[in-house]
């Protein structure tokens, strides 16, 4: 990370520890979640399964120009624009004229693309409610509830953490 990126008062060590047992728990979670990504994908064609991630924003947004999915997504245009390939060979997608500027094109979800987001909704929701089968209404609540608000602040932080990354530093002007 940039040192601009770190806090300027010296933290306690006890938050010092608790922000390592975060960092940590997290770098395990994404190991997790990319152990289960495979396992969901085993067999099956990947490229589809990583490209339905598109779906979601089309589903809850409607209808989007792919520069701007791919914005959404935090992903290169030349990765979405092949992924969206696979969603309009599967039907989940079709291409649009965009209302505003008839050169461009805007992606729209299919009711074939509905039902798969539905289906994806349903096997994520299955897994975490049998993740958290043991664990009172108050935990699951407060998760959810801290979980929501990590992410809206990790989300809120990435254009600072970007900038960040593309300024020059003295070993890349060299």
């Known amino acids: 990370m940039n040192d601009s990126l770190v806090a300027s008062a010296p933290a306690s060590p006890e938050r010092r520890g608790d922000v390592h047992t975060v960092s940590d ?3 395990r979670l994404m190991r997790v979640v990319h152990a289960l990504k495979a396992a969901v994908t ?5 490229r589809e399964r990583a490209a339905h991630v598109l779906l979601f924003p089309l589903s809850r947004l409607g209808p989007q120009r792919q520069s701007a999915l791919a914005e959404m997504v935090h992903a290169d245009p ?3 624009s092949r992924h969206v390939t696979v969603l309009v060979d599967a ?5 649009v004229a965009d209302a505003h500027d008839g050169r ?11 039902d798969v987001v539905a289906a994806m909704h349903r096997e994520r929701e299955a897994l975490f409610d049998s993740v958290t089968a043991e664990w009172s209404d108050e935990d699951l609540t407060a998760f959810g509830d801290l979980l ?17 990354q593309s300024r020059p530093t003295p070993e890349k002007d060299r």
Not at 42 to 46: E, K, L, T, W
Request: glycine share 12%; charged share 15%.
């Open 104 to 114: 461009a094109s805007q992606l729209v979800i299919t009711p074939a693309g509905t």
């Open 78 to 80: 030349s990765t979405v």
């Open 148 to 164: 929501e608000r990590f992410v809206g602040d990790l989300t809120d932080a990435l254009p600072s953490v970007v900038a960040a």
């Open 25 to 27: 728990q997290m770098a």
């Open 91 to 95: 039907g989940l997608v079709r291409r």
């Open 42 to 46: 085993a067999g099956g064609d990947s």
